[in-house]
């Protein structure tokens, strides 16, 4: 259901809404309406489905809280004079057509492979959101699972959407910088601030990040005398990587 200009819409016309879009933010959601019996009167309670995905788009804050924590927030900024932003082409119709029939049939191929995940309700990645943002990801997670992606793009569009921090996220972000530095799979080497200053990262969080899962420094000589450094193998860190932070990833934290 794809709603646009709510902005527009009378306060009446938005606060009738909201009783259907919390109750169809999950499974099996329904609303009680009055319905016409076979006289034409409304005197009969009718159950009426409302599950099902909804866009709302509009200027400013077009729903209530309430109804705002069971959604993503997507803001839109207005691009400046100096921006240059790539022209929707009508042209592309039968593209987006194609997309379309291929999403279709994927979902069609495996819903029951969704479903299973699903009930399994098994998002260890997800632990470090608040427990509406871990309701409402599930859906999308199981997604993500079927289609063996890795979650951290996920993740960090998470903190975007919802306004939350996930330390994971942020975990997972110091360990794909650094597996950026490597060189044809040559270790990373480097103290602390010389890894923050490469990757962009506070020195304060890659120490601890690295210490959290292990790694120590080691006298290493670069250039000049031993100093204490961190000796990272990509390998060692892919590993991590696909042991912790990939979909369906086991929740303990490694030795």
């Not at 009055?34 to 077009?62: Q, S, T």
């Not at 987006?96 to 191929?109: G, R, S, V």
């Not at 210490?211 to 991590?240: D, I």
Request: glycine letters at 8%; hydrophobic letters at 40%; aromatic letters at 10%.
């Amino acid at each position: 259901m794809l709603l646009d200009e709510v902005d527009t819409w009378s306060r009446e016309l938005r606060q009738s809404l909201v009783s259907i879009l919390n109750a169809g933010f999950s499974a099996g959601g329904v609303v009680m309406r009055l319905a016409k019996d076979d006289l034409g009167n409304y005197d009969k309670n009718r159950k009426y489905p409302v599950y099902c995905p909804k866009v709302l788009a509009g200027i400013g804050e077009i729903i209530s809280g309430a109804t705002r924590n069971r959604a993503f927030t997507i803001t839109l900024q207005r691009q400046s004079r100096e921006e240059k932003r790539e022209r929707f082409i009508r042209s592309k119709k039968a593209v987006f057509a194609d997309l379309k029939k291929k999403i279709a049939q994927w979902a069609e191929a495996n819903r029951g492979r969704v479903r299973e995940v699903y009930d399994k309700d098994a998002f260890p990645y997800l632990e470090g959101f608040a427990d509406r943002t871990y309701d409402v990801s599930c859906g999308l997670a199981s997604i993500l699972e079927v289609m063996k992606e890795h979650p951290s793009d996920f993740l960090r569009a998470l903190e975007i959407v919802r306004g939350e921090t996930n330390e994971a996220v942020q975990e997972a972000l110091v360990f794909r910088a650094l597996l950026a530095l490597s060189k044809d799979g040559q270790p990373i080497i480097g103290m602390a601030s010389e890894l923050s200053e490469l990757t962009g990262i506070s020195e304060s969080f890659v120490t601890a990040t690295l210490r959290k899962y292990g790694f120590e420094t080691k006298n290493v000589r670069q250039g000049g005398a031993p100093r204490k450094r961190y000796f990272l193998q990509p390998g060692e860190l892919t590993s991590l990587m696909s042991s912790y932070f990939v979909v369906g990833g086991p929740p303990e934290r490694p030795a």
